[in-house]
């Protein structure tokens, strides 16, 4: 029998076992969470029972992750449908054996951007790079979309306490109200504009960079090369914008937009938070890549993550998960995560092109707590899908003088876990209908409404305080657990084919907005096409 099966066949035997019964066993909480570098993984609130877990593990260890996994960190074309490598793991590494790419070793280069972006960053921070004027620049605007926004600007608002230097805007969406609303505050002779796209074709990120020039020529005339740079590997692009070379920050293709706050693309990280901190970011990362390389399957936290996301996913048939930071500062990582595991596992054919046969990513969603308890958990205690949830607290808030908030926000989110966990039986809210004083069938509809069925699972990641290497822990950890999720399932987790259908109609549909000919267009488009048109 295979191993899905077994499983399947360990979920049937569970029967409505409740996930507290599993407790019974003292030694739950310490078998089934795991810890590295001060990072916790608690997984002992699903109902994932020993053996289940021997046979998550066996299918890991089938699914050839370790082999996987190996290729990926020697530099190993994995994303096959591009040709490339996917070495990320390269820009946060502080090794120093040579890593050989088509021949050649890629880590005097890594290290080299590194230098040039370290230098440039403490330049602008010191005000030796400094706008004409006698002025400095306060205001860097990161300009960019998916990748080349989403990461720089999670890290950014998580890093907030450890800013020093220029602040830090983002501008993405094709909207002219983000690109209007964050330039109406900003003064052009003191801003830094970052144009951020890895192909610097993207039509999101050109447009808003069009527009951005212009706003600078209206502030200081002409010549704006003094306020750019930019982070591309396309360097003809780069040059014909105008923007000098030595303020370009270049990469290679073995570097995926989803992937890319490590390098260069983190460089309005780096100029507002500084390179010391910057370089602890990386540490955290590559201390994660450490733990995911070496770890036993077991006591990995990757791995253990992506079981579990397995096992809900494949076994539960849970269709979405809630990433649910307690921590408001990671108040952009439900974003950046959708992106990483969606853009990543949202796939419906194997890397040799075969349909797959189960279902591949779920849905990845979330808000910081507790204000999503205001709003969605009620969905989450007693809606009538099982929505898995994935708690991060950390031990102590950058806040010395407002212990009480934190002491708080912790009891909150784990009242929110034992809640999901425990639930209120129908008898216990009888009671309190009772002693409410409702009597008969009012009391039994209103023990109805008070009924929470619980024994709904939910993860917590706890670490010590959100700093520059905790946050680097926490983004490579959910990285490498989609790693281990996509090798699972056998698909490419490196391409993104999914995006482009939709690109290529907006480029056709542009003139027809603007216009043009609409036949052969459906009917429903045609009528919004009519209802859209720019009043004459
Ligand atoms: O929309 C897909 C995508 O290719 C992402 O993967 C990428 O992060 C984003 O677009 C931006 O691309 P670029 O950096 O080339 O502008």
Redesign the pocket.
């Known amino acids: 029998m295979d191993i899905w099966q077994k499983l399947k066949d360990n979920l049937s035997a569970a029967g409505d076992r409740r996930i507290i019964s599993l407790f019974a066993n003292q030694s739950r909480f310490e078998d089934f969470s795991a810890e590295a570098d001060g990072m916790l993984l608690d997984i002992s609130k699903t109902n994932i029972d020993p053996a289940a877990m021997a046979l998550l593990i066996q299918l890991a260890e089938r699914s050839g992750v370790a082999e996987k996994r190996n290729a990926m960190f020697s530099g190993e074309k994995i994303n096959t449908t591009e040709g490339r490598a996917v070495l990320h793991t390269a820009l946060r590494s502080s090794e120093t054996t040579p890593l050989i790419m088509d021949g050649e070793d890629i880590r005097p280069g890594v290290a080299n951007t590194l230098q040039k972006m370290i230098k440039f960053a403490d330049q602008v921070r010191s005000g030796d790079i400094a706008p004409p004027g006698g002025h400095r620049f306060t205001d860097i605007v990161n300009i960019?979309?998916?990748?080349?926004d989403l990461g720089p600007a999670m890290a950014s608002l998580a890093l907030a306490p450890y800013h020093d230097g220029p602040r830090c805007h983002f501008v993405s969406n094709i909207d002219g109200a983000h690109v209007s609303d964050v330039l109406k505050d900003l003064d052009p002779r003191k801003t830094l504009v970052l144009i951020?796209?890895?192909?610097?074709?993207?039509v999101e990120?050109m447009t808003n960079a069009d527009t951005a020039l212009n706003w600078l020529r209206t502030g200081v005339g002409d010549d704006v090369s003094e306020h750019l740079a930019a982070i591309s590997t396309n360097l003809d692009l780069t040059a014909a914008m105008g923007i000098l070379p030595d303020r370009v920050f270049g990469f290679a293709d073995w570097v995926?937009?989803?992937y890319?706050l490590w390098g260069p693309f983190g460089l309005a990280i780096m100029l507002s938070i500084g390179p010391q901190n910057f370089r602890a970011f990386l540490a955290g990362g590559a201390a994660m890549d450490q733990h995911f390389k070496l770890a036993p399957f077991r006591v990995n936290l990757p791995v253990l993550m992506a079981l579990v996301g397995i096992w809900h996913r494949n076994i539960c048939k849970y269709q979405t998960r809630a990433v649910l930071p307690y921590d408001q500062r990671l108040a952009r990582l439900p974003a950046y995560l959708q992106?990483l595991d969606m853009?990543s596992n949202g796939k419906r054919v194997a890397i040799d092109g075969q349909t797959l046969p189960q279902e591949s990513g779920p849905v990845v969603w979330g808000e910081p707590g507790t204000n999503g308890q205001h709003a969605f958990f009620q969905l989450l205690h007693q809606g009538t899908d099982i929505i898995p949830a994935e708690f991060l607290i950390a031990a102590e808030g950058h806040e010395p003088e407002l212990v009480h908030h934190h002491d708080m926000l912790k009891a909150n989110c784990l009242a929110q876990s034992e809640a999901l966990l425990l639930g209120r039986s129908y008898e216990d809210a009888q009671n309190i209908a009772a002693a409410l004083g409702f009597e008969g069938e009012e009391q039994q509809t209103q023990a109805a409404h008070r009924t929470f069925p619980g024994n709904r699972p939910s993860v917590t990641l706890a670490y010590k305080k959100l700093d520059s290497f905790t946050l680097g822990q926490i983004i490579a950890l959910y990285e490498h657990r989609v790693f281990v999720e996509g090798a699972i399932w056998g698909v490419n987790s490196f391409d993104?084919w999914g995006?482009e259908l939709g690109?290529e109609l907006a480029n056709a549909l542009l003139p027809v907005v603007q216009g043009g000919d609409s036949s052969g267009k459906d009917g429903s488009t045609v009528g919004l096409l009519r209802k859209l048109a720019t009043p004459s």
């Open positions: 960019g979309i998916g990748g080349s951020a796209s890895k192909t610097f074709t993207t990120t995926g937009g989803r890319s992106q853009e993104q995006v690109k």
